[in-house]
Structure formats: C-alpha cells, structure tokens
C-alpha cells in the first residue's frame, strides 16, 4: 500500500513536468504563489535571530558600569573610564551617543571604534557623518573635529546615529565611572507598547498568509481536469486519482520552496538600504532560525499535498470530468460550523483570560505570557476566516433574488467553494488591521499622556547637577522667540515621611497649576497629589532646614509640594532639574534650543522629545496599517485566484452564452458573486477586529477611529472589486464557443 501511493505521488510528479509547456505553467504558477508565502514565512522566521544579533551588539556596546556600583562606588576613582549617555534630539531622530574621557592607564574602546575620542573629537556612525556633512544644523551639534566612523560591528542597524565623543575636562566629575564596554544578560530592545504590537502583527499576518499559501496550492487546479478524467477512464480508482493530484501539486510546492529561498537570499542584501520607523538590520543579521526553516521546508509540501487530498473529497472523479458529489455548497458546511465558531471562542476566551487573570502589561513583558496573548489573537482570526466560507453558503442557500445577474450570482455561490476561500483570507487581513489600528491609537495616547507638558509652546529640558545653568540660560536667551526661562528645583526623600518639594517661580505655577493671585513663598498641594507632606513636617533640603507651612489646595493630582521662590531659601536649596523655556511652538525653535545648548553641554536634553517621537511614530504606523496591512495580502490572494476561478466556471459561461444569456448581465453576475461574499466579510470583520481589540486592551482606552475604520474598509472592497473587474477581460475570452468542447 504504501508503495502504491508513493507511486502514485510520483506519477503526479511526472505529469507535471513531462507536459511540455503548457504543462509547465501550471507548476510555475503554483510555485509563483508559493514562493512568495516562502519568503515571508522566511522573513517571519529571521526575526527572532536577527534581533539577538541586534541585541548581542547593543551589548557589546553599551558601558560596563555595574562593577561601580552600589558598594563598590568607592573604588570609582580606580575606574578607567569615566563616561555618560546622552541623547539629541533632531528633526523628531534621536541620536544616542556616549562622552567618554580616559581616566586610567587603561583605554578600552567600544566595538567599532578604533581609539578614544579625546575632548574636542567625535568617532560617528555612517549615517550620522552623512547628516553632519550635508545638514548645516546637524554641523552645530557636533563642531568636534570627526576623527573616525564607527564599523558595522559597534552599530545595532546600519542606518543607526549613533557617536562617541570626547567627554570636556569641565564636565567629568558629573560622568560616571566605567570598567569599559560591554555587559553580560539578555535585555530586551523592545518596550511593552512594542511587544503587544509584535505579538499583534504575528496573530493578524500569518493566519493569512497561511490561508495565502492555501490558495496558492489550489492554483491551476482547472488544467488536471482532463489529465485526471483521463487517467480515470483508463481504470485508476478515485484514491489513486488523489495521489497523483497532489503529487501535481507536491511539484508546485517544492519549486514554491526553491522560489521563496531563491528570493530571500536575493533580497537579503537590500536590508542594509530598507529601514521602517527605526527598524532595521544587517544583512548578515536575517538568516532563519534552523528549528522554523526545517519546519517551513517541510511543512509548506506537507501542507500543499494535505490540502489537495482534502480537497479532492469533495469531489468526484468521473471519466469525463470534476463533479460534484454535494448537491449545495451550503450543505457540507452546515455539518461542520462548530469547529469554526469553536475556534473563535477558544481564542476569546484566551484574551479574557490573559486580560482578567493576570494583565496586558505583564503578557507583553514576560515572553512566557505573551504566548497565549498572540495564540488567543490567531485563534480568532482563523476562526473569523473558517467562519466566512460557511456563512457565504448559508446565505447562498437561503437567498432568493429577483434579478438575472444576482440570482446567477448566488447560484454560483452555492457551487463555489474556492471564492470564499480566497476572500477568507482577505477578511482575516481586514480584521486584523483593524485591531492593530485600534491597538496603536491606544499606545499613541497613553504615550501622549505620559509627557509632563503638553503644551506646544512649553520646552522642557532636563538637566545634571554638574550642567553650567548660567551659561546655558546664556545661550537660551541669545535664541530669538525666547519669552521666559523657569528653572525648576526638585526634593525628594522617602523616609521618614515620603517628600517631594517642587520649586520654581509664579510664572510656572501658574502654568502648572493653573493658580492665580500666587505670591512669593507661597505652598501649593493638588487635591489628589501624593508625596505631600501635611503642615509642620521638618525636612531637610541640601543641608538647610525647612518647616512645611500652611498650603493652598487646588485641583489635580500633580505629585508633591509646591513652592514659589521667595524669602525662605531652604525649598531653592536643592541644584536645577530642569529648565522650562517658554517660546515658539513649532520644531524649528526646539532645533535651535537644542543646538544652543548643546554647545554648553550635550547632555541636556528635551523630556518631551521622547515622548513626541514615540506618539509620531505609532500615528504614522497607523497610516501603515491603513494601507500596507490591506494590501499586503489582498492584491497577491485575489489577483492569484481570480482568473483561475474565472478560467474554471469557464464552461458553465459558455453554456449560458450559448443559450442567449447577454454579455453584460454575465459580467453583472461576476460582479455581483464578488460583492456579496465582500459585505458579508465586512460584516463579519469589522465587529471581530474591533472586538478582538477590546479584549486586548483596557476598556477605558478603548477608542475607535471611525474616519480610519471607513477607509480601511474601503480600500479593502475597492481593491477586491478591482481585481475583480479585471478579470472581466479573462471573462469574455470563457464564453467564446471553444469553451463548450468536451472529450
């Protein structure tokens, strides 16, 4: 027996590739399809070892400063390096970048770097040393003398911008001390916001991309009609006549595979020049997992041949054609809707326990959670593209149209099987792109939320206990727009009694707080603000000692004492946390403040440019979702397919042609068999993309984005009518009368 069927595999095998030409392009288109499935589940696949090649590098590269600390901070005089991080901000980039000075008879250098950089030199990126000779601005940031490049090795992604730079003598006690680079442990690179997002994009591309490969299989399925009616008049049962389909299909699929590695290796060196909001890697660095390609090598035949042999139970395999053993496409379906729904449900009830029993949060930071958050994701959306094939055919079977076209349409339905499929995976996309829309509008806001100030016109810079404030509020007040600098002193203590006394002038209390009538000395709480400590609590502040007075309260939860600067110099005692510089609202004033002050000290920085950063990325990432997620799989499953189905309803068209059915109305029915398994996948879509959603996010953040929702839904139908008018073309060549020839 199993001779048998391995015989039989192969003679499909040979039928495939021994037709000559026109046998040939049935394989080719197969593997077309394949191949392109191949090259994303590869991709897929290079994830996971691209990002420890990242992050083995970020390592590489980052300060060695445990060994300093706690304890062993009194042997910091004895430390070689003496380093700090900084960050600038340009035109909404952040450039990362360490000040580094040697302070012992040992230079260790970073990985990349060939020396030190001493004071007044600079080692930088690719990138960054394009954008310092090209960009006038750029040049203001870094006058240092560039004295090398740093190599791919010392980079986490090739267009990163990242510099070491001589640290000044002025500024070395305020550095900390450091045994060199490079740190041991796994750390993560990405933030929680990111991870739920990850976790999203996998459950939401991958299920139809597996449905995408499905389709891709079943492609040219029409040119074995008469190979397999053939092989059954001359005496093969219907179990042999499986066989040799799927070893037809085997064909396919193992050219689909050498397709999909030929295309990755190829595409594999433009990942150096390719770079997506910030993330990029190596070449070098995207090479599959073995466990994932072993399995993608093996798994992508194994599926295509399971798929065909399923398939073909459907079906009987006369002598003279395909014909159907089921009398509805509706009728099987029934029968067999539990396990669709099931997987639905089995995938909600994963997001409700992820989401009640422990929290978002902690499944998008611990990887062991975060399984079943993108398992209950997947789960849905498959179960939302099983869902549409049977819901098409219980309304095929029920509906009862008056007109020509859409009654030919709905009889059509009732016999095709494959249509709703190719629009399954279209659905599954639909969906998902509407519940990452919603996932990141809720990371847009709470990022938003996070910032301290959100005031356009408010610029907030943090500063260090060594920063020279007077030179820096020198070259702040030489910036025209400039309409008023606050420095913002900070206290905090945590025992006996939490503290935190803020202090600063009127002017930005009364931005702060939205006070009025505010006198100096004058103390302020929030009603719902914590670290307050009540009238008569003694502190000590740098050295000076401090009775907490009678305070005003006002409305908000802002953290802390707040004392306006006046007689009383104890609050005024602690050194500068930041600066608030009040001025013009638009980012060329921002790029003008940074660059003042960076030639005082670089490691002043803006507090709300992170957070900026962050809600422009995750805004134009929906921009992203709105139109790559949509397209990404419709145009390849839909226009793959739809000729093909075309090409097999090729003599029922004939046979109504013949019968003096007109052209239009055919072409109206075409039309009509795509919108409504196109409603009906809206229909279903839209509430399980926003409902798989609202499982995974709290419900007070939950928001919907109606005007991006309409223009998701929209792109989607019109690129699936699209296409589908485009086979109009293939339509009219079907109803020529050559299509009615039989054997």
């Known amino acids: 027996m199993n ?94 970048g360490v000040e580094v000075a040697a302070t012992g008879a040992d ?41 090398g490049v740093i190599a791919d090795a010392g980079l986490p992604r090739p267009k990163s911008l990242l510099f070491y730079a001589g640290l000044p003598d002025a500024l070395v006690a305020d550095a900390a001390p450091a045994a060199g680079f490079g740190v041991t442990g796994r750390q993560s690179t990405l933030l929680p916001a990111y991870r739920l997002l990850m976790v999203s994009a996998i459950g939401a591309l991958l299920v139809p991309l597996g449905i995408f490969v499905l389709v891709a299989t079943r492609l040219g399925a029409t040119g074995r009609d008469r190979r397999l009616a053939v092989i059954r008049l001359v005496g093969a049962s219907r179990d042999r006549v499986r066989w040799i389909a799927g070893g037809e299909v085997l064909t396919g699929a193992v050219l689909g595979l050498f397709v999909g590695v030929a295309l990755f290796f190829a595409a594999r060196p433009l990942a150096r020049f390719i770079e997506v909001e910030g993330v990029g890697f190596f070449p070098t660095d995207l090479l599959p997992d073995p466990l994932l390609g072993a399995l993608i090598g093996v798994g992508v035949p194994v599926v295509a041949v399971v798929a065909a042999l399923v398939a073909l139970r459907t079906v009987d395999v006369g002598p003279l054609g395909l014909v159907k053993t089921l009398a509805t496409a509706a009728d099987a379906p029934v029968r067999r809707a539990w396990w669709r729904f099931a997987l639905m449900s089995v995938g909600a009830a994963v997001l409700v326990v992820v989401s ?17 958050l993108g398992l209950g994701i997947a789960l849905v959306l498959a179960g939302t593209g099983a869902v549409l094939p049977w819901l098409v055919g219980r309304v095929a079977a029920g509906a009862r149209p008056e007109g020509v076209a859409p009654m030919l349409a709905v009889r059509g339905l009732r016999s095709d099987t494959g249509g709703p499929r190719v629009l399954a995976g279209v659905v599954v996309v639909l969906a998902g792109s509407l519940a990452l829309q919603v996932l990141l509008g809720v990371a847009a806001r709470a990022t938003a939320e996070s910032a301290l100030d959100s005031e356009a016109d408010r610029w907030v810079l943090g500063v260090s206990e060594h920063t020279p404030i007077r030179s820096l509020e020198e070259a702040i007040a030489l910036i025209g727009g400039v309409r008023r600098v606050s420095e913002v002193r900070r206290y905090e203590q945590s025992s006996p009694v939490p503290a935190v006394v803020v202090s600063t002038d009127c002017a930005e209390l009364a931005d702060r707080l939205e006070v009025t009538g505010c006198v100096p000395g004058a103390v302020y ?54 600066l608030v510089v009040v001025g013009d609202p638009d980012q060329a004033f921002g790029d003008r403040l940074l660059a003042a002050t960076g030639r005082v000290d670089r490691g002043v920085a803006l507090t709300s440019a992170y957070h900026d ?3 422009e990325l995750f805004t134009s990432l929906r921009g992203g979702v709105i139109g790559g997620s949509v397209l990404l799989t419709l145009l390849a499953v839909v226009g793959l397919a739809a000729v093909d189905q075309v090409w097999e309803r090729r003599r029922h068209t004939a046979v109504l042609t013949a019968n003096g059915v007109p052209r239009r109305v055919l072409a109206a029915a075409a039309v009509w068999q795509s919108v409504i398994p196109i409603a ?28 991006e929702l309409v223009t998701t839904v929209g792109m989607a139908a019109f690129v699936v009518l699209a296409v589908s008018l485009c086979t109009l073309p293939a339509l009219n060549h079907a109803i020529r009368p050559e299509s009615l020839r039989t054997e």
Not at 681 to 706: K, M, N, Q, S
């Open 3 to 96: 001779e048998r069927w391995s015989a039989d595999l192969v003679l499909g095998v040979r039928l495939a590739v021994g037709g000559g030409r026109t046998s040939w392009a049935r394989p080719a288109l197969t593997a077309t399809g394949v191949g392109l499935g191949v090259l994303v589940l590869l991709l897929a696949a290079s994830i996971g070892p691209a990002r420890e090649a990242k992050s083995e590098r970020v390592q590489a590269a980052a300060l060695d400063q445990a060994r300093f600390s706690g304890p062993l901070r009194a042997d910091a005089g004895t430390a070689p390096l003496r380093a700090r991080e900084v960050v600038v901000s340009w035109q909404g980039r952040r450039i990362l």
């Open 107 to 147: 230079r260790p250098t970073p990985p990349g770097v060939g020396r030190l950089p001493a004071p007044g030199e600079v080692v930088v990126s690719p990138e960054l040393l394009h954008l310092v000779q090209t960009d006038d601005s750029m040049r203001a940031r870094f006058p240092e003398r560039v004295i």
């Open 613 to 615: 950063l962050q809600v």
């Open 356 to 372: 009640v029993a422990g929290s978002v949060r902690a499944a998008v930071t611990d990887s062991t959670t975060a399984v079943p």
């Open 525 to 578: 709480r929030t009603a719902e603000g914590r670290a307050a400590p009540p009238p008569g609590t003694a502190l000590t502040i740098d050295g000076h000692a401090w009775t907490v007075p009678e305070t005003r309260v006002v409305p908000g939860r802002a953290t802390g004492l707040f004392v306006a600067n006046g007689p009383d110099a104890a609050p005024a005692a602690a050194p500068p946390a930041e």
């Open 680 to 707: 009906l996948g809206i229909g279903l879509a839209v509430p399980v993309g926003l409902g798989t959603a609202w499982l995974v996010v709290p419900a007070e953040r939950f928001r919907v984005d109606w005007v």
